[in-house]
């Protein structure tokens, strides 16, 4: 049989146990990983048009409203611009917390739905000398058309959301990493 023994002097392995005790304390950079995670994870739930529970569709209203870019296929929910989705940011805080999420202030009617008002508005052309659309099968030209205020109601797609239990076991891998690295 072939033994193998080491001795550490109780002065060695209290150095030790306090160093490793000072890598695991310091959790910036796991926080700063899971931060990232959680923003890739959340912009997941918009290239998926919501998870697990798929978003409720546009209105045809909202199509008909959404600009005309190049590319094909459908609309897409949340999208239209890509400004709240590119909005999602994280960060680390002083308080040894990570967190995700956006600060624009349509947000939240997105994230919960609710009722929103858009104003009247009249609009003319800027290049021609009349508007050209179609209304109950006729071609109409006018010089300006006035839109009148109107409500509607936005539902809630829930998009600062984590996928349990995969985010979260996600993010426990990122510590256990971080503990690994510390004893090593």
């Not at 060695?12 to 310091?26: C, L, T």
């Not at 950079?29 to 923003?39: D, F, H, Q, R």
């Not at 919960?112 to 508005?121: D, I, W």
């Not at 109409?140 to 006035?146: G, L, S």
Request: overall charge positive.
């Amino acid at each position: 049989m072939v033994e193998f023994q080491v001795e550490l002097s109780s002065r060695e392995a209290e150095e030790y146990v306090a160093d490793v005790g000072k890598k695991i304390s310091d959790t910036k950079k796991p926080l700063a990983e899971s931060a990232e995670y959680m923003v890739g994870s959340i912009k997941r739930n918009f290239y998926e048009q919501g998870r697990p529970t798929k978003w409720q569709k546009l209105s045809p209203l909202t199509i008909a409203l959404r600009r005309k870019g190049k590319g094909g296929g459908y609309p897409q929910i949340l999208r239209d611009t890509g400004t709240l989705m590119n909005s999602i940011t994280g960060e680390v805080r002083d308080d040894n917390t990570a967190i995700a999420g956006t600060n624009l202030s349509y947000a939240p009617l997105q994230q919960f739905g609710g009722l929103t008002k858009t104003p009247e508005m009249t609009i003319v052309p800027k290049r021609k000398k009349a508007l050209k659309f179609m209304y109950m099968g006729k071609t109409v030209f006018a010089k300006r058309v006035h839109i009148p205020s109107r409500a509607a109601w936005i539902p809630p797609r829930i998009f600062v959301c984590f996928q349990i239990p995969e985010d979260i076991d996600r993010i426990h891998r990122i510590f256990e990493s971080h503990v690994d690295e510390a004893i090593k």
